[in-house]
């Protein structure tokens, strides 16, 4: 009888917003991990490319709408140029490359006619940009051990980003830091966490890297500096008054707010690597 049928479940769609997310990952994902994969020449040409889109979105944020300026065109391009001289001339170059930058960008605002640029933010973003893409190039080398420790790492963050997405959406709860970002919640970040340490663990597992128990845990700490390192950038936002960085990612704003967890992440992990620990 009719009246007896149980009603229709409603399908749950899957948010627009999401969709827009998971397509643009798995359209972008897969070249990065080539590069990594394949090594030099490639991922150093990664690296250039990311260290110039970074930089472009550090100035765009700066000039709060003002007309793109010669001290932007330095600032756009010396964190590609200091790469380029890291795997030329390696230390030395490196040394070379922000004497320059930094000289240039003072002569740069001088010479400009927008005289309000920000020298102070500039150079901030100089090494914010330039400092961890260095590091992933002295972790990446050439060899199988760099090629595996930087694919664990990619993907380690994005698993904390994916799963601080997905607890967060489904659990809500208090707010992590509402001042500086209002949509991040504990349970977003307690979520990324343990995302962190199960794929940490798998990727080591996977890829027959040594102690993947240890590199769960470190996986786990990376989580928390990841989300540390998105709260700044964050910040920063939040000083200047913008949402995004840029609009380059459909459903993700611009590079520097995908980019940002990995950016904190790369110190420490340099730091146990120089150590001897990884």
């Not at 990952?25 to 150093?44: C, F, H, M, R």
């Not at 490196?94 to 005289?115: C, D, E, K, T």
């Not at 990727?203 to 890297?209: D, K, Q, W, Y």
């Not at 500096?225 to 910040?235: F, H, I, M, N, Y």
Request: charged share 15%; hydrophobic share 55%.
């Amino acid at each position: 009888m009719p009246f007896l049928r149980p009603p229709k479940r409603r399908e749950r769609a899957i948010p627009p917003a999401l969709k827009q997310r998971l397509l643009t990952a798995a359209i972008l994902a897969p070249p990065a991990l080539l590069a990594v994969v394949l090594g030099p020449p490639w991922s150093d040409l990664l690296l250039m490319l990311l260290a110039t889109v970074m930089a472009w979105e550090w100035s765009r944020v700066c000039r709060r709408g003002m007309p793109f300026s010669l001290p932007d065109l330095v600032l756009t391009l010396a964190p590609p140029l200091i790469l380029l001289l890291a795997i030329v001339l390696e230390f030395v170059g490196v040394i070379i490359g922000f004497g320059a930058a930094l000289v240039l960008l003072f002569l740069a605002r001088q010479a400009s006619l927008y005289r309000d640029a920000n020298l102070a933010w500039l150079t901030a973003g100089l090494f914010y940009v330039s400092l961890p893409l260095l590091l992933l190039l002295w972790l990446r080398g050439d060899d199988a051990e760099g090629r595996d420790l930087v694919l664990w790492l990619l993907l380690v963050i994005w698993a904390v980003d994916s799963g601080a997405y997905a607890f967060g959406k489904a659990l809500g709860g208090p707010k992590l830091a509402p001042r500086w970002s209002p949509n991040k919640t504990w349970a977003g970040l307690l979520g990324g966490a343990a995302s962190a340490v199960l794929v940490g663990w798998l990727v080591a597992e996977v890829l027959s890297m040594e102690t993947p128990g240890f590199l769960a845990l470190v996986g786990g700490f990376l989580a928390f500096v990841g989300q540390g390192g998105d709260l700044l950038e964050s910040a920063f936002k939040r000083h200047f008054g913008v949402k995004d960085t840029s609009h380059l990612i459909p459903g993700h704003g611009g590079v520097l707010d995908r980019v940002d967890g990995l950016v904190a992440a790369t110190y420490p992990l340099a730091v146990l690597v120089a150590l001897g620990a990884l």
